[in-house]
């Protein structure tokens, strides 16, 4: 029962640490499309 309980966890923390690097990189890319536009803004 221990094992099971232990393998759950661990899926449960590996979609997690999904989840939380494609909310990392989505973050990632807003603030680069915020400078490219800040960038095109002061260049125009």
Partial sequence: ???LNFK???R???ARGR???T???LVLGGVAL???LIRLD???
């Fill in 1 to 3: 029962m221990a094992e």
């Fill in 8 to 10: 759950t966890t661990k």
């Fill in 12 to 14: 449960k923390s590996f």
């Fill in 19 to 21: 989840a939380s690097k």
């Fill in 23 to 25: 909310a990392l990189r």
């Fill in 34 to 36: 915020a400078g490219i």
């Fill in 42 to 44: 002061i260049g125009a």
